[in-house]
Nanobody
Framework: QVQLVESGGGLVQAGGSLRLSCAAS????????MGWFRQVPGKQRELVAL???????NYADSVKGRFSISRDNTKNMVYLQMNSLKPEDTAVYYC?????????WGQGTQVTVSS
């Protein structure tokens, strides 16, 4: 069973930065992609950033230029660097790993941006 454990969330003022980390229990290269999603109460979970096994990245329009996803293959870690945070970035952030037949989710980490 693959486990994903997020860390790094917290409370930050608008304009600040946070770095989220996702530790995978297996090699991150075994997945087609890994990504970060976020969800606020009453809304659907949405993609924030994605990195494929080849290293290609994709971002939601709302975070382009502010967030950066990266991967450390040697440590089986995926990171989300979040800069210039806005109150609308407040959400629970989830790490996701997608293989051909399955996908896995972490338990989520809360990010709260105060105005």
């Amino acid at each position: 069973q693959v486990q994903l454990v997020e860390s790094g969330g917290g409370l930050v003022q608008a304009g600040g930065s946070l770095r989220l980390s996702c530790a995978a229990s297996t090699t991150v290269l075994s997945f087609n992609s890994m990504g970060w999603f976020r969800q606020v109460p009453g809304k659907q979970r949405e993609l924030v950033a994605l990195i494929t096994s080849s290293g290609s990245t994709n971002y939601a329009d709302s975070v382009k230029g502010r967030f950066s996803i990266s991967r450390d293959n040697t440590k089986n870690m995926v990171y989300l660097q979040m800069n210039s945070l806005k109150p609308e970035d407040t959400a629970v952030y989830y790490c996701n790993a997608a293989a051909i037949l399955y996908q896995y989710w972490g338990q989520g980490t809360q990010v709260t941006v105060s105005s």
